[in-house]
């Protein structure tokens, strides 16, 4: 299986920062990554498919950008409803694994 | 809006078969453009992709999986289904269901709200 691993795991930030969260593949995957954010008893939410493009009604702050092994999202400017765990996802291949996940708590 | 929902069980047996059904509502399982999945995360933990089936009824599993589990779907219904057979503790989770868009690979676009499903005697 082609390993997904997630850095850091653990962030803890202000509102207002910017953050940057990195997935990194064990090969080239090309643009076949997707990221989620989940909050406390809630289903994962998409926010980027495509490594960059941004799903509706997702804000702007949120950006996705990378090819190949190494991807990142970054959020602009923390707002408070962003402390959540964020999941990248990878879906080139057989079989679809998630990161372990980025814990994004409140400094 | 699509909306999705998991029913079956919250308690399964060790060694049974865990059922689970998602009912769609503002979608159609038979729409071409979509496939539909199943992910499950256990307490505290990540996120585990358990397959998906297409509308042609054509399915994909996750290798962990292969030799126990299998999906179907019922369009008459509006719903598909999850069979995941000789469970044990390990199995216990939150169970997803997934409705999937086609963009550089089947990501994940509407979710259900989760099912627990606990094994024990």
């Known amino acids: 299986d082609i390993r997904l691993t997630q850095s850091p795991t653990f962030l803890s930030a202000s509102v207002g920062d910017r953050v940057t969260i990195t997935c990194r593949a064990g090969?080239?995957?090309?643009?076949?990554l997707a990221w989620y954010q989940q909050k406390p008893g809630k289903a994962p939410n998409l926010l980027i498919y495509?490594?960059?493009t941004l799903q509706g009604g997702v804000p702007s702050r949120f950006s996705g950008s990378g090819s190949g092994t190494e991807f990142t999202l970054t959020i602009s400017s923390l707002q408070p409803e962003d402390f959540a765990i964020y999941y990248c996802?990878?879906?080139?291949?057989?079989?679809?694994?998630f990161g372990q996940g980025t814990r994004l708590e409140i400094k | 809006q699509v909306q999705l929902q998991e029913s079956g069980p919250g308690l399964v047996k060790p060694s049974q078969t865990l059922s689970l059904t998602c009912t769609v509502s503002?979608?159609?399982?038979?729409?071409?453009?979509?496939?539909w999945s199943w992910v499950r995360q256990p307490a505290g933990q990540g996120l585990e992709w358990i397959g998906r089936?297409?509308?042609?009824?054509?399915?994909n599993y996750n290798p962990s999986f292969e030799s126990r589990v299998a999906m179907s779907l019922d369009t008459s219904r509006n719903q598909f289904s999850l069979n995941l057979n000789s469970v044990a503790a390990a199995d216990t989770a939150v169970y997803y269901c997934?409705?999937?868009?086609?963009?550089?690979?089947?990501?994940?676009?509407?979710w259900g709200q989760g099912t627990l499903v606990t094994v024990s005697s």
């Open positions: 997934v409705r999937e868009a086609f963009v550089s690979g089947w990501h994940g676009d509407s």
């Open positions: 503002g979608d159609s399982v038979s729409s071409g453009s979509y496939s």
């Open positions: 089936i297409y509308t042609s009824g054509r399915t």
């Open positions: 090969q080239d995957i090309g643009n076949y």
């Open positions: 495509g490594a960059s």
């Open positions: 996802q990878r879906l080139e291949s057989y079989p679809i694994t």
